[in-house]
């Protein structure tokens, strides 16, 4: 586990390399982080399941690299770790598709998803050290087949990995990473944040969306006050003006709503959260579902971390309290964690997801559009919760 000072996995660039069996992708792994990351052998399929490393590439900054097993694996149990590299799509922010030129079937059709999926991609053309120098027309053939950029690389001498590490600042996705906070808050204000400590939140510890929403105030130049759910109104009476905005956990929404100030606007860590990593507005919209629920309905709860169960877990169980005291005993409600998550949705009628902290922002998108595509409306833990409320009106989204 990382220190306090860590770029939490989420907010790092996620890197996937993909590939055949042996063309050195736990090789280039470990060149590029210059350490024994990856298992590397002459044996075909040594890697098995993705294997991830968070490090800090220069001029890249905080990533995430992720190597894959080969997609040319074969038989019962190389067709599931091919399944677990598709995965991997989901969440790449760049994927460089390494190859040692032996074959580009397999990798030209890879490169199609890669297309589809809107992900920036390069053509690694590993091994030079093994082979005599490839020739321009060869390069210019193998661009224009695969449809990327290709890097000339040894993973064994170090040769073009500067090279490979420019091609992958000039892919990283335009801008930089948003505030958590959008314009809800600037330099200056006076932010009330209200965070219940509860089991959900261990002793000695605060939640990561907690956390982060904090460093977010300070790097704006915000003055940031925190208390829990009793000192709420002791709080507000230390202060001389009433503060510029009021971040609570949702599962209070209500509480903080009725002793909120009138002039203090109003948000919650999840819904800062799910702004953060997907299309808020989309989450709202999809909040209106609730309201066309009844006792026959279908609705599947996501959650992105995969702590066990704890009293009163808002996702297992207050959220399909809520519902079901909104609608009826009957409604059945479904509960996934982690990267658990059903392709076919069909049977569903409203997914309600986590802030997903611990997932970066493209692979929100992706269950985000997933549910798009299927036409199931998709909403968030705090957006959710202020719709039940009948408060969202006086909620404010980044």
């Known amino acids: 586990m990382g220190g306090l000072n860590d770029t939490p996995r989420s907010e790092r660039l996620h890197i996937a390399l993909f590939g055949r069996r042996n063309v050195g992708k736990s090789s280039l792994i470990n060149a590029l982080t210059g350490q024994q990351t990856a298992i590397v052998s002459d044996v075909p399929g040594t890697t098995t399941d993705p294997v991830s490393k968070s490090i800090e590439i220069l001029p890249l900054g905080p990533c995430v690299l992720i190597d894959t097993a080969g997609f040319d694996d074969t038989g019962e149990v190389g067709n599931l770790r091919t399944q677990r590299t598709r995965e991997v799509i989901k969440q790449a922010d760049i994927a460089l598709l390494v ?7 397999q990798e030209k059709e890879w490169a199609g998803l890669f297309k589809q999926a809107g992900i920036p991609f390069a053509i690694v053309l590993n091994k030079i050290d093994q082979m005599p120098s490839p020739s321009a027309s060869l390069l ?6 695969l449809g990327g950029e290709v890097v000339c690389v040894s993973a064994l001498n170090g040769t073009g990995l500067d090279d490979l590490r420019q091609t992958m600042v000039r892919l990283r996705p335009d801008g930089e990473q948003a ?14 944040l209200v965070m219940p400590q509860d089991p959900q939140a261990p002793k000695g510890r605060l939640i990561l ?3 982060q929403t904090l460093r977010d105030l300070m790097d704006k130049g915000c003055i940031a006050i925190c208390c829990t759910t009793q000192d709420i109104d002791r709080t507000l009476a230390e202060l001389h003006e009433p503060p510029h905005l009021i971040i609570t956990d ?3 929404f209500d509480i903080v709503e009725k002793k909120k100030p009138a002039a203090s606007r109003l948000t919650s860590f999840s819904v800062l959260m799910a702004a953060h990593k997907g299309d808020i507005n989309s989450f709202a919209d999809g909040a209106k579902a609730i309201d066309r629920l009844s006792e026959s309905s279908h609705v599947l709860i996501a959650e992105a971390c995969t702590h066990a169960p704890l009293a009163e877990d808002i996702g297992r169980v207050k959220i399909p309290r809520m519902l079901r005291q909104r609608v009826g005993n009957g409604l059945t409600v479904d509960v996934v964690t982690g990267r658990d998550f059903p392709e076919d949705l069909s049977g569903y009628d409203l997914v309600i997801h986590c802030g997903g902290c611990m997932f970066n922002s493209r692979f929100m998108h992706e269950r985000q559009l997933l549910c798009s595509k299927q036409g199931v409306p998709m909403t968030n833990y705090g957006i959710a919760i202020a719709h039940i409320k009948g408060i969202m009106d006086k909620v404010s989204l980044p």
């Open 179 to 192: 505030s958590l906070t959008g314009a809800l808050a600037g330099a200056g204000d006076t932010v009330m």
């Open 140 to 145: 210019d053939d193998m661009a224009q087949r």
């Open 209 to 211: 969306p907690q956390v």
């Open 250 to 252: 949702s599962q209070v």
């Open 99 to 105: 190859t040692d030129g032996a074959t580009l079937t």
